[in-house]
């Protein structure tokens, strides 16, 4: 079967382990194999009892295992605990290393990770006073924004994460991918002196015209919605389980509120172009936060558009 570039065949663990194993050989015939000391990764179960993975194997991407709830599952060192659905979702950063090791039901297998091509670009002519809060004001608002989102990304619900597949939340023509750096060069408009940010672009921008109806990519549960954060404008965070974070910015409307339960498709706000947003557009972000640890440090955002690629349920 044609595996797609990028994507991660559903090839058993256990098979992939016993395809290792059959690469390495003794230089010398003659000697006896040296013993070794039993470990769980020596243990190979049947491949028609193996659980299988699957996903998107490419920097930005997201590996789902199948694995018996409350069992263990590591991801490159990082161990998780399956949920309900019976599956481990682990979401690969823009920076993933380029394999990753995963183990669980005593097999171990060491998988290839496509790397990213993002740009670098230069954006002139930017108004400085947009980058930072200056103001006494604002700079109460952005530190009031900031505990609110804190807050937003610390609650986990249940749910199916990316089982069921994304759609696009607003019927709109990309207009930036996840991923390129920016360089913002410009002048305050208040005091006249020049000024220069670098950030990566975490999120994956639609361009849509002000009131465009946004629609939940995916089920999910509301942990954030607030019609004025600081940078971010009318903003949602759609918590879809399994660690998996939508986040809306810039918006116009917001038609939901925090603790709403909203299934794939159902309108929760209109876009705009509110907070420090430099023209009318969604901002859709997904954030992989590891539900298996309160340390919020080693959180990321991933790439929406490859969730995109994901099998969506009819």
Known sequence: ????????????????????????????????????????????????????????????????????????????????????????????????????????????????????????????????????????AQKAHAADSWAKKQAGFGSFNSGRGALDGFVLPSDAPPSSPFGPTRKYVGVSKTSGKACESISVHQGFDLATPVGTPVRAPAAGIVTLADPDLYYEGGTIFLDHGHGLLSVFMHLSEVDVAAGASVARGDLIARTGNTGRSTGPHLHWAVKWRNPDTENRDGDYYIDPALLLELPTAD
């Open 1 to 136: 079967m044609h595996t797609p570039p990028g994507r991660l065949s559903t090839l058993p663990v256990a098979a992939l382990l016993l395809l290792l194993a059959s690469c390495s050989v003794a230089a010398n015939p003659s000697e006896p194999p040296a013993a070794s000391a039993p470990e769980e990764t020596q243990e190979v179960i049947p491949a028609e009892e193996a659980a299988t993975c699957f996903g998107i194997l490419k920097q930005g991407g997201l590996i789902i295992c199948p694995a018996e709830p409350g069992s263990l599952v590591e991801f490159g060192g990082i161990q998780m605990i399956a949920r309900e659905t019976g599956t481990a979702q682990y979401g690969l950063s823009r920076t993933m290393p380029a394999e990753i090791e995963v183990r669980y039901g005593g097999t171990s297998a060491r998988l290839a990770i496509e790397p990213r091509e993002d740009e670098f670009r230069v954006v002139p002519g930017f108004d400085c006073d947009r980058i930072d809060a200056r103001t006494p």
